[in-house]
């Protein structure tokens, strides 16, 4: 496999950003490539799935192109008062890796998967925008992050001027979208989650609206918290879930 880091300017962000992309370098491999779009979590950046996982060695050998791009600590949403992430992932990161790389451009092509922020953000633009991707992932998500909490209170400042004061219920929380969204044409869906991890509860709550709905997806609790260990084991099952979407044959 080949690696590169991309600096390219984002219309969206009105900022230059940055994406670190791995792609085969066998010409053998087969084409079109298919696109998978990793997305980090809160504290981290573009780098640190390369830095933290062995990615690259668990997609080796296939016609699978993974984009990891830069989110900021912007949920990959369009905030209320700040930059516009989630318009910068679906025009400006896919656009360039659609321009530029020999990928299936359109949904039987893509996946998209992430942890934590990145888990959540995968599912919410997967579910707003179900035309553009065949599956999507979710690694300890924080799928239920705009719901009401125990206790009350609200979001803190930071992330009240991204989603508003009153998200719950709103255009970016995914347990309303998901039941806004034509049910025939969700992307496959796969969620899971430490049973130490502190974001547990939001995707059993995710998993148990899901089920109400009749929406068919694949769930998954595994010893672990909140920590790269768990992440860089359970991607590989990720990995072989969107491969069965995208048509991607996986060796045993």
Same mark, same amino acid.
């Given at each position: 496999?080949?690696?590169? /880091?991309?600096?390219?300017?984002?219309?969206?962000?009105?900022?230059?950003?940055?994406?670190? +992309? =791995?792609?085969?370098?066998?010409?053998? /491999?087969?084409?079109?490539?298919?696109? *998978?779009?990793?997305?980090?979590?809160?504290?981290?950046?573009?780098?640190? &799935?390369?830095?933290? /996982?062995?990615?690259?060695?668990?997609?080796?050998?296939?016609?699978?192109? =993974? =984009?990891? #791009?830069?989110?900021?600590?912007? *949920?990959?949403?369009?905030?209320?008062?700040?930059?516009?992430?989630?318009?910068?992932? $679906?025009? %400006? +990161?896919?656009?360039?890796?659609?321009?530029?790389?020999?990928? !299936?451009?359109?949904?039987?092509?893509?996946?998209?998967?992430?942890?934590?922020?990145?888990?959540?953000?995968?599912?919410?633009?997967?579910?707003?925008?179900?035309?553009?991707?065949?599956?999507?992932?979710?690694?300890?998500?924080? =799928?239920? @992050?705009?719901?009401?909490?125990?206790?009350?209170?609200?979001?803190?400042?930071?992330?009240?001027?991204?989603?508003?004061?009153?998200?719950?219920?709103? #255009?970016?929380?995914? *347990?309303?979208?998901?039941? !806004? /969204?034509?049910?025939?044409?969700?992307?496959?869906?796969?969620? %899971?989650?430490?049973?130490?991890? @502190?974001?547990?509860?939001?995707?059993?709550? *995710?998993?148990?609206?899901?089920?109400?709905?009749? $929406?068919?997806?694949?769930?998954?609790?595994?010893?672990?918290?909140?920590? &790269?260990?768990? &992440?860089?084991?359970? +991607?590989?099952?990720?990995?072989?879930?969107?491969?069965?979407?995208?048509?991607?044959?996986?060796? !045993?």
């Amino acid at each position: 496999m080949a690696f590169a /880091t991309i600096q390219y300017f984002s219309r969206s962000l009105r900022k230059a950003s940055s994406m670190n +992309v =791995v792609f085969p370098d066998d010409p053998e /491999t087969p084409r079109p490539y298919r696109a *998978f779009y990793l997305l980090h979590g809160l504290s981290d950046d573009h780098s640190i &799935w390369m830095r933290r /996982t062995s990615i690259e060695r668990y997609v080796s050998g296939l016609p699978l192109v =993974v =984009v990891m #791009p830069d989110g900021g600590r912007g *949920f990959y949403t369009n905030a209320a008062e700040g930059f516009a992430y989630e318009d910068d992932l $679906i025009h %400006d +990161v896919v656009g360039l890796i659609d321009r530029t790389f020999p990928v !299936k451009a359109e949904k039987s092509g893509r996946a998209i998967g992430g942890l934590s922020m990145g888990g959540y953000g995968a599912i919410k633009v997967a579910l707003k925008h179900p035309n553009l991707f065949a599956s999507a992932n979710s690694h300890s998500g924080a =799928v239920g @992050f705009l719901r009401p909490r125990p206790g009350g209170g609200g979001l803190e400042p930071e992330f009240a001027r991204i989603f508003g004061k009153s998200p719950a219920g709103g #255009p970016e929380d995914p *347990f309303a979208i998901v039941e !806004k /969204t034509d049910h025939g044409i969700i992307p496959a869906l796969r969620l %899971d989650c430490g049973r130490d991890d @502190f974001l547990l509860a939001q995707n059993r709550a *995710f998993h148990e609206h899901l089920n109400k709905l009749g $929406i068919i997806h694949e769930y998954a609790e595994f010893p672990g918290g909140h920590e &790269w260990g768990y &992440w860089d084991e359970h +991607v590989r099952e990720a990995i072989a879930f969107h491969a069965k979407y995208l048509d991607i044959p996986i060796k !045993k």
